[in-house]
């Protein structure tokens, strides 16, 4: 459940940051960037995986998730954690790959498998 500060059971925050999300593609990326196998997306601490839309490219815009809207803010830029979590290099594997933050214009249940499409 998405509510109107974040996904239920996360310590997240109401605003431009309430819920994170990352492309499923990146993972990928950012493990071949660092020598490996996608990396696990419990690591890099994003709210929701997605995967065949480009998040980019919907900055600003609203966007449906199951029956939660949002609208996409700014990016989630790496954080100095990730050379401890992912190694030497994680922090500059991350950036560019690292997802997009996300404030609630409505709140509503998300449920694995649903499409993520934008409302404009």
Same mark, same amino acid.
């Given at each position: 459940m998405i509510s109107s500060v974040g996904l239920d059971g996360d310590r997240s925050r109401a605003g431009k940051r309430a819920v994170t999300l990352i492309q499923q593609e990146h *993972? =990928? %990326?950012i493990g071949s960037y660092l020598g490996r196998g996608p990396v696990? !997306?419990?690591i890099l601490r994003?709210? *929701?995986v997605v995967s065949g839309i480009n998040l980019a490219a919907l900055k600003g815009r609203e966007v449906q998730v199951g029956e939660a809207i949002l609208r996409f803010t700014v990016i989630c830029a790496p954080c100095s954690r990730m050379e401890e979590a992912l =190694?030497? =290099?994680g922090y500059s %594997?991350?950036? =560019?790959?690292g997802g997009w933050c996300a404030e609630v214009v409505r709140p509503g249940r998300v449920r694995l498998g649903d499409p993520?499409? !934008?409302v404009d």
């Open positions: *993972l =990928g %990326a696990s !997306p419990e994003r709210n *929701l =190694g030497k =290099g %594997a991350v950036r =560019g790959h993520v499409q !934008p």
